[in-house]
């Protein structure tokens, strides 16, 4: 029996009922303001009477300490990667995501599966082989695609936290420097997100405006969606 | 769907519920091979440093869920192929491993796991040149097991299934779904079967020869 709630086969062992809260995902690039706008938008609901309830990739308990710790390391391959980003993925699913939407909450996600995919793909990754890997995920009620241009995300980097060595690509090496490598790279990421928007169904915000103009977008889709029930 | 073997080197691969006897077998293998002066590497199930550290907690707070387990495994399989296995196999070495994906398959899919989910996590790895099956009658094992063992951990008895509060009793019908699941595999990955109720020493040479036939002499 197949649960259309769920990309693939979903957890044929567990017995899911109703969930009454929404799933609501913040996707785009590194840079390109998720964290603000996750910030802003858990404010609103709250003030609105709605639980909310925080997650973003690699922050479940059982995964964490030892992702860390492979990551600093220098023999952590593509593949291996890939499957360790999924067991973290899995478990807050699981242990986090669902029960929280079987409470009624409304869960925000800094980045969803569609990140993890881009960044497979990208460093060579069977891109068919990735996406079957996320068969056990929940269908999110709306996808938000934060999409700017490259040289908006490179100063937003740049007076923010600075470069970071993944998020530059630097562990494949797409240029000599920081810079060139993190343009080369977030170009790529952008070519497999847009790719992505169709295939599922991705709300795409301009995100070269302001935090104010981005919010309004956010907040009036988020809107209607509630609004639904 | 697991890839041809490409590479210089060779795969053999034992498998079967525990206890039945496959360590033993493998381990005179390896010693034969070693003393033709075989370039020839020993490989246990789950033995990665990298994801050692996550398995560990996981399955000392018991959070682990069917899911998860299968993927952590994968991931601890991933890094152990890609860091051991794939140079191995280039370099020209026969690898033994003691368990290989076929575990994964029939222990989570014996959890409950999609069975064509388990089996696309590891379609990069490669089909084994020869994959020894042990089929031994499920009492056998088991009794094998109990004697010989203190305690049966939790994830190994299955508890985490919720089938019997008994450990010995949830071990038993954990062991039973697995040994189905790997005689439902035997066809899809060609095991060579072989018949546990022989006396070691037949089993070994019956291995012996196979290798001889099939890896040695080509």
Redesign the interface.
């Known amino acids: 029996m197949i649960d259309s709630r769920f990309y693939g086969a979903g957890f044929p062992y567990m017995n899911i009922s109703e969930m009454p809260g929404k799933l609501i995902v913040l996707e785009g690039n590194d840079g390109v303001g998720r964290s603000t706008q996750m910030e802003l938008l858990k404010q609103w609901l709250e003030v609105e009477g709605y639980g909310v309830s925080n997650t973003g990739l690699a922050r479940s308990p059982l995964t964490q300490p030892g992702l860390d710790e492979a990551k600093a390391g220098h023999t952590l391959g593509r593949l291996t990667m890939n499957l360790f980003y999924a067991t973290d993925f899995a478990d807050r699913l699981e242990n986090h995501i669902i029960p929280a939407l079987s409470a009624g909450f409304c869960v925000l996600s800094d980045r969803y599966f569609y990140s993890i995919i881009a960044r497979n793909v990208v460093r060579g990754a069977d891109p068919e082989w990735a996406r079957k890997v996320y068969g056990f995920a929940l269908k999110p009620d709306i996808i938000f695609y934060l999409k700017a241009n490259i040289d908006n995300l490179v100063k937003r980097v740049l007076r923010g936290r600075g470069f970071d060595y993944w998020e530059s690509g630097m562990d494949v090496r797409f240029a000599d420097n920081l810079y060139d490598s993190f343009v080369k790279y977030q170009n790529q990421l952008t070519r497999q997100f847009n790719k992505m928007s169709k295939e599922f169904g991705f709300v795409t915000i301009d995100a070269n405006r302001s935090v104010q103009e981005i919010f309004e977008d956010l907040k009036s889709h988020t809107k209607k969606l509630l609004e639904k029930n | 769907m697991l890839q041809p073997n490409e590479y210089k080197g060779k795969l053999i691969v034992v498998e079967g519920i525990d206890g039945s006897g496959k360590s033993t077998q493998i381990n005179l293998l390896y010693k034969w091979l070693q003393s033709l002066d075989k370039d020839v590497f020993f490989s246990e199930w789950n033995s990665s440093k990298?994801?050692k550290?996550?398995t560990r907690?996981?399955k000392k707070?018991q959070?682990?869920?069917?899911?998860?387990f299968s993927?952590?495994q994968?991931?601890d399989f991933?890094?152990r192929?890609?860091?051991l296995f794939l140079p191995l196999l280039k370099a020209g070495i026969i690898v033994l491993a003691d368990r290989y994906a076929f575990t994964a398959f029939a222990r989570d899919v014996s959890?409950?796991?999609?069975p064509?989910?388990v089996r696309?996590?590891y379609?990069?790895a490669i089909q084994p040149d020869v994959t020894f099956y042990f089929s031994v009658p499920l009492e056998v094992a088991v009794n094998r097991i109990l004697g010989s063992r203190a305690k049966i951990k939790y994830y190994e008895a299955g508890k985490d299934l919720g089938l019997s509060n008994d450990t010995v009793t949830s071990f038993r019908m954990f062991q039973e779904r697995i040994l189905n699941q790997y005689e439902g595999m035997s066809e899809e990955f060609g095991f060579t079967a072989i018949d546990g109720n022989l006396p070691l020493e037949v089993k070994q040479q019956q291995m012996r020869k196979i290798i001889s036939e099939k890896i040695l002499n080509k």
Not at chain 2, 63 to 68: F, Y
């Open positions: 990298m994801v550290s996550t907690l996981g707070k959070t682990l869920t069917p899911t998860t993927l952590i994968a991931t991933a890094d192929w890609e860091n959890r409950g796991v999609d064509q989910w696309n996590l379609s990069f």
